[in-house]
């Protein structure tokens, strides 16, 4: 089991599949033009297959895949219905920017996918593309429409901007209320190569919270998982929507981290707000490697894990992390 000098027990992996993604937003992808990395440098499935192996056996019950933009890249459903068939008890998870979901969504559900995490910051199309970089509001509409008609759980992940989307509120909380969703407001964070943020696009979660219960009644939910995440959420009077807020800047979660996140190319990270890496690639792709290498690799990894927040104190002038959002994986 993989418990650091904090006494925090990691069970939460999220993986990056590809840093290729067909939006431009403002908070992780601004630039126009972006080289990718290049398609040697990218874990191949055989070596994510092995990868998420062997987090199970270190104790990991959750797995998120995430990008860049995971359906971006060839073969993810079959990769997605194969972890599902060796591993059916274990909770996994994407996240999506919603794009490429419409037409896809049978297959999602044939390879055992219950629940996405869609990304949509607006519910106006003029501002969708002010904030993507691309007019394609319609398409993340049709993609959770088929979703929820199929059955799928969906949540709603919003990126707080202030002077962006903060007039939004009403049209966000009749959206949860109305469709039966939840709809996570995220903490606009100073991370990644050349963001966009800036302290006046800050939203902080208390004022959210605040502002929604001006609008409905909120009941607080008390989650019971320890793998439920780090946003509280709050049930909707007189609806079956919810709404929640993750307060990664004003009120961080450290004490509670569970999570380890490997990007794309095969570095694992123990912290969003830290830039030390662990290479998981280069043993992956050592033909003598053992199973046992990778297990230590995680141990020393999780047992320099640091408390994000300290990091982020000693740079409040600066962004964190000198990878794009897209590399990191989230």
């Excluded at 993340?140 to 202030?162: P, S």
């Amino acid at each position: 089991m993989l418990i650091d000098s904090h006494g925090r027990k990691v069970s939460y992996l999220r993986l990056s599949i590809t840093d290729r993604c067909n939006l431009r937003c403002l908070y992780c992808r601004p630039q126009s033009e972006w080289v990718f990395l290049p398609h040697e440098q990218i874990l191949t499935f055989e070596e994510m297959f092995e990868l998420v192996d062997v987090a199970k056996i270190a104790g990991v019950e959750k797995v998120r895949l995430t990008g860049g933009e995971p359906f971006a890249r060839k073969g993810f459903i079959p990769f997605l219905a194969r972890l599902h068939a060796k591993y059916p008890s274990l909770d996994l998870r994407i996240t999506t920017n919603g794009t490429m979901l419409a037409g896809r969504v049978q297959e999602l559900r044939e390879a055992g996918v219950a629940c996405l995490n869609i990304s949509l910051d607006t519910l106006q199309r003029a501002k969708f593309e002010e904030i993507t970089g691309v007019d394609a509001y319609g398409l993340v509409r049709a993609g959770i429409d088929a979703c929820l008609a199929a059955g799928m759980r969906v949540k709603i992940n919003v990126v707080a901007l202030k002077g962006i989307n903060d007039d939004e509120l009403p049209e966000f909380v009749d959206f949860a209320r109305d469709l039966g969703v939840d709809v996570r407001f995220i903490e606009f964070m100073p991370i990644g190569y050349q963001s966009r943020w800036s302290r006046d696009n800050y939203w902080p979660a208390k004022d959210i919270v605040a502002a929604v219960e001006e609008l409905v009644p909120l009941d607080e939910v008390r989650e019971a998982s320890r793998n439920s995440g780090p946003a509280k959420m709050y049930r909707i009077a007189g609806g079956s929507g919810r709404i929640g807020v993750i307060s990664a800047v004003s009120n961080h979660f450290c004490e509670s981290c569970n999570r380890f996140r490997v990007t794309s190319d095969g570095k694992l990270r123990t912290c969003l707000f830290s830039d030390k890496e662990y290479d998981v690639r280069s043993i992956l792709r050592d033909p003598q490697h053992s199973t046992q290498e990778l297990l230590e690799l995680f141990a020393r990894a999780n047992q320099e894990k640091p408390m994000g927040y300290r990091l982020l104190q000693d740079r409040q002038t600066n962004q964190v992390c000198d990878r794009a959002m897209t590399a990191i994986g989230g």
